[in-house]
């Protein structure tokens, strides 16, 4: 089973894709977080995949990125969530920082999630749990 921890302010938000994921992706298990201080518990090395806001208050992504990594989560399982337009994100966190950078609000950057929700289940399925994790994602 995969794996997923989302962390985002916006309750609204979080169910409305842990719900998709549940439904679109059966075997992911989508845990959720709405207050990012509160989220770094659950942080851990063992994570198959951590999506990530931007900006929330309190704390942002950009350093919940840097925990979840210092904490043993590779870089190639963290995406980062937000609404400001792609060549933003681009810059802000250039190639190799992370797994993606997806504009929540765009049509074209839900099909690059949906690619990661798939490629996520694939490796995962028959995988027995405590068996290991991803060592990345396409």
Do not use: W
């Amino acid at each position: 089973m995969g794996n997923i921890l989302l962390i985002d302010d916006d309750p609204a938000f979080l169910k409305l894709l842990r719900d998709y994921v549940t439904e679109r992706f059966p075997g992911l298990m989508v845990s959720t977080c709405s207050d990012p201080l509160k989220c770094l518990g659950r942080i851990t090395a063992e994570l198959d995949l951590l999506l990530v806001d931007l900006e929330m208050p309190g704390l942002d992504g950009s350093k919940i990125l840097a925990y979840a990594v210092s904490k043993g989560l590779s870089k190639a399982r963290i995406a980062i969530l937000s609404g400001h337009d792609a060549e933003y994100l681009h810059q802000r966190f250039p190639m190799g920082s992370c797994l993606a950078v997806l504009n929540k609000h765009e049509a074209k950057q839900k099909e690059a999630l949906d690619m990661i929700f798939a490629s996520l289940k694939k490796k995962t399925e028959g995988r027995r749990p405590g068996t290991g994790n991803l060592c990345s994602l396409p």
